[in-house]
C-alpha cells in the first residue's frame, strides 16, 4: 500500500474503499513520522472505509 499511514496508507485504503474493495490495515506494519499522525489516519479509515487488525491477531 504505502509508507506512511498518514499518506500513503490512508490515500490507498479511501481508493481502494471507492472501487468497492474490501480493505483491511494491519496497524503494527503501518507507521507515521509520530504516533500522533498514525492514530490520526488510523481513527476515521475504521468507521468509513476499512477495517483493521493488530499485529498478534489470529487470521481466520
Not at 474493495?21 to 496497524?27: A, F, G, K, N, Q
Amino acid at each position: 500500500m504505502g509508507t506512511y499511514t498518514n499518506v500513503c496508507c490512508e490515500s490507498s485504503a479511501r481508493d481502494a474503499a471507492t472501487l468497492g474493495l474490501r480493505v483491511l490495515l494491519t496497524t503494527a506494519v503501518n507507521a507515521a513520522q509520530c504516533d500522533e499522525n498514525h492514530n490520526a489516519a488510523l481513527h476515521p479509515i475504521y468507521p468509513s472505509c476499512g477495517d483493521m487488525r493488530p499485529r498478534k491477531q489470529r487470521w481466520t
